[in-house]
């Protein structure tokens, strides 16, 4: 019976371990956006069409995310955001993607 459960638990911690290196496989680009309100919003968001690289190696004021997050709408194809989203990730990348970061 306790070897038992002891195989029961060691398939339990190898299933658990291939799910956790899995989600970083899949999503190594999320350690380069800080940690902050709006951080996955944009990863998904902005990853769907480039690498986060693009948006990170950019830092932009303000005034200028909000040009390029309209630009992203009108020439690029980026879904319209409604007004709520927009203006988390506009917080988000004027905090954390910006010239004195
Ligand atoms: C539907 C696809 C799509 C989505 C979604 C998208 N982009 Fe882009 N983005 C593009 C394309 C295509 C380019 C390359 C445009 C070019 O260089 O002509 C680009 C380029 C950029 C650039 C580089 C501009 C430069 O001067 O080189 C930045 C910054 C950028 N995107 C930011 C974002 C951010 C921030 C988001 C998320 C809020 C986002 N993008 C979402 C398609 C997209």
Known sequence: MARLLLLFLSVIAVISTAAIAQVEDEEPEMALLPTGEGREDVFYLCSACHSIKTVVQQRLSRDV?????????????????????????????????????
């Open 65 to 101: 995310w909000d040009e390029t997050l309209d630009w992203m709408v009108e020439e690029q194809g980026m879904p319209e955001l409604d007004e709520e989203d927009r203006q988390q990730i506009l917080e988000y990348l004027s905090t954390y993607v910006s010239p004195d970061k």
